[in-house]
């Protein structure tokens, strides 16, 4: 049986501390989709992604490396189980610092038809409660996008966790969310955002 100890190695907390910029932060997180560290911060450690975003690590990879740091995402999906019926928006939120790079996120997601939610540490936008992307029978289960505060990023990027500059880096970047409004579908919202960033079209798309 393999034992999952409750707290990030003393290699993936080095890694970790030594990024001193967001592009880098998501060069990490590169390395922990792919399975090459196993912890990342904010997070249980030593948990990789959930199996049902193995397919999306491709474009996840890519548009870490384009400069859109990643920090949750989920495929589109209906299907029941034991628990009951499960619809799910394909919808991915991240930090982002490239000016040019933001704009055009937001321009394909616009033209695409999805929706967007944006915000900065001190400033919500329209969107301050973000939206629905996974329900229950019905009811509402999980949200992506909400405004991140200074207390919220604070836990999910904690200083002790990463270099300094990169925390400062975190709390300068816009939080970007992007939703498909179509519940079940998880072709469109991968597809735009890779070509937004010049990365291979899935090939699932």
């Known amino acids: 049986m393999k034992i999952r100890l409750p707290w990030m190695s003393r290699a993936d ?11 880098e932060l998501g060069d990490r997180m590169v390395l ?16 990789g992604p959930d199996p049902e975003t193995e397919h999306l690590l491709p474009v996840l990879t890519g548009l870490n490396r384009a400069g859109l740091l990643t920090t949750v995402s989920q495929p589109g ?3 029941h189980d034991e628990s ?5 928006r394909a919808g991915v939120s991240g930090l982002v610092d490239d000016i040019t790079l933001l704009r055009r996120l937001v321009a394909a997601a616009d ?6 939610a944006l915000h900065t540490v001190v400033a919500a936008g329209p969107c301050r409660d973000g939206f629905v992307v996974t329900t229950l029978d019905a009811e509402p289960f999980t949200a992506f996008g909400a405004h991140e505060d200074h207390e919220t990023l604070q836990a999910t990027w904690p200083r002790h966790l990463i270099g300094p ?9 816009a939080q970007l969310t992007v939703v498909d409004p179509r519940y079940g579908r998880d072709d ?9 960033c010049a990365l291979p079209v899935p ?3």
């Open 13 to 23: 907390r080095r890694l970790w501390r030594s990024a001193e910029t967001l592009q």
């Open 32 to 47: 922990w989709l792919t399975g090459a560290i196993a912890s990342q911060p904010g997070t249980l450690a030593r948990f």
């Open 77 to 79: 999906l209906d299907e």
């Open 84 to 88: 009951g019926h499960w619809r799910q």
């Open 111 to 116: 033209e695409a038809g999805l929706r967007v």
């Open 165 to 173: 500059a990169a925390h400062a880096a975190v709390t300068r970047a």
């Open 188 to 196: 469109l919202l991968w597809t735009t955002l890779a070509r937004a």
């Open 203 to 205: 090939q699932y798309a």
